[in-house]
């Protein structure tokens, strides 16, 4: 545990404070279509200022999945439903960014893709402990914050009115967020978003709040996709680029024009109790051509408990839970016929001699959908060791949720069609 802690630490000593995303990536966000960049891209400015080894980065994501499952694990173990900013707890894994312009004038900001929240946040001139651009509320003709009365104050937690505005606290782990309730104009892409509901944030304490915003893309209510029913109807879709290529950009795509016509559905399934993640049947996982042999509790929807399967765009690795992981992984191992298997910090499938490995396909209702190597396998940059790259879910908290996690999401479009409650899944090369 201490050796995680000083490996965030050291994590959020290297992120670089150059502000906005290098020139060079500058080209502009079309229509209703914004670049997604990696948080190691070239074009990032949270990017590592010295490159980290192969073994500390995979070190690195594992141990932000950890507090990022945490996180799911706590929100789905929740009796009540608070809308917004997922309760008194946040978390943003930074691994994905978009452009946003707040503010009249407008001012650039980069926030964070999150698909399991529903929050927006960003942090604001006098912000005490922020550490990145900062969004000068001063400077916008149209910003306002919102009032004690307001009905949105109802729907963050906690609100304190000492003075008129409505002010909120978040913790996560030893950090917290006091925020101010605010509204301003925000423009994604050329869509301007009038009188847009997020959190001006005015202190951060602790180490583990990252620099940027946060766009929650969660279905909840305060949600982008709440506020912006009749300009996006609840539709969205991404392709996230590999960070194997940091060069390419990806998309994430709003509203239902223009999205993919040929595509492979999913029901999407709600959870009363945790109604912005995105839960789908997953009923089987086939290694190869074998259906391997996973108890149906494993991988079994029930809202009481939470238990059931998300896609999440902030985790980034795959976590099944323990007896499903297992299945998987043997059968796996028996594929590849490699007798010597090690591991690598979290992970327990890696080989070092090249190997020859079956496909993994996820069987959800109505769609399967097969991974090719390069969203099950990752490689050292030397080629020497080799890991499947997913793990049992952590066996401490609440243990019960699968989830799809973003490299195995990498070059496949996903589509969030809410209204007709489903998720659409295709290959595509994100560039
Ligand atoms: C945020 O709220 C606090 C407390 O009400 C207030 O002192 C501060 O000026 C507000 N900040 C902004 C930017 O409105
Ligand atoms: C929120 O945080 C601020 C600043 O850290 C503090 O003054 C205030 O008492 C906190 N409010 C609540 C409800 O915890
Ligand atoms: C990515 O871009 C940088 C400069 O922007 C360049 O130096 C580097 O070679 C590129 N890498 C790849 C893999 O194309
Ligand atoms: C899964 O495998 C690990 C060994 O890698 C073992 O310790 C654990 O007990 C197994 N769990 C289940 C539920 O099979
Ligand atoms: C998924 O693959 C299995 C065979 O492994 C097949 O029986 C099933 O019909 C497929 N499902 C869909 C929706 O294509």
């Not at 000593?13 to 209703?32: A, F």
């Not at 847009?196 to 949600?223: A, D």
């Amino acid at each position: 545990m201490a050796m995680r802690t000083i490996l965030f630490s050291l994590a959020l000593l290297c992120i670089s404070l150059v502000h906005g995303l290098n020139p060079k990536c500058e080209t502009s966000d079309q229509g209703s279509t914004l670049q997604v960049f990696h948080v190691y891209s070239p074009c990032s400015p949270f990017r590592p200022s010295k490159p980290l080894s192969w073994e500390d980065s995979i070190l690195q994501m594992q141990t932000e999945d950890q507090t990022r499952l945490q996180y799911l694990a706590s929100l789905v173990a929740r009796r009540s439903v608070v809308p917004i900013a997922s309760g008194r707890q946040i978390i943003q894994s930074p691994t994905y960014i978009v452009r946003a312009k707040i503010g009249t004038p407008p001012q650039t900001l980069l926030l964070a893709m999150d698909t399991s929240n529903d929050a927006a946040w960003v942090p604001c001139t006098g912000c005490e402990g922020c550490s990145s651009t900062l969004f000068a509320s001063a400077k916008s003709t149209t910003y306002k914050t919102l009032g004690c009365g307001a009905p949105q104050c109802k729907q963050v937690p906690n609100p304190t009115c000492g003075g008129s505005a409505c002010s909120f606290n978040l913790t996560y782990g030893g950090s917290s967020i006091a925020a101010n309730l605010s509204q301003d104009t925000v423009t994604l892409a050329t869509d301007p978003i009038p009188g847009y509901t997020f959190g001006c944030i005015q202190k951060t304490t602790g180490n583990s709040v990252p620099p940027q915003g946060l766009l929650g893309l969660g279905r909840g209510s305060l949600s982008l996709l709440s506020q912006t029913q009749n300009l996006y109807q609840s539709t969205f879709s991404y392709c996230l680029p590999s960070f194997k290529s940091l060069n390419f950009s990806g998309s994430l795509r709003l509203g239902p024009v223009a999205q993919p016509k040929r595509i492979k559905y999913t029901p999407l399934l709600r959870n009363p109790r945790r109604s912005s993640l995105y839960y789908v049947n997953l009923q089987a996982i086939r290694v190869g051509r074998t259906i391997v042999n996973i108890p149906p509790s494993a991988l079994a929807f029930n809202p009481t408990t939470g238990a059931g399967t998300i896609f999440d765009s902030g985790t980034v690795f795959t976590r099944l839970v323990a007896p499903a992981y297992n299945a998987t992984r043997d059968e796996f191992r028996r594929r590849v016929k490699v007798p010597t298997v090690t591991s690598l910090g979290g992970f327990d499938t890696c080989y070092n001699v090249p190997i020859v490995a079956p496909t993994i396909t996820f069987m959800f209702a109505g769609m399967n959908v097969t991974l090719p190597p390069d969203n099950i396998l990752i490689h050292s940059t030397a080629g020497s060791t080799t890991c499947l790259a997913m793990a049992a879910a952590p066996d401490n908290v609440n243990s019960v949720l699968n989830v799809i996690a973003n490299m195995q999401q990498q070059n496949h479009r996903l589509l969030f069609d809410v209204p007709n409650s489903r998720l659409g899944v295709a290959r595509e090369l994100c560039t």
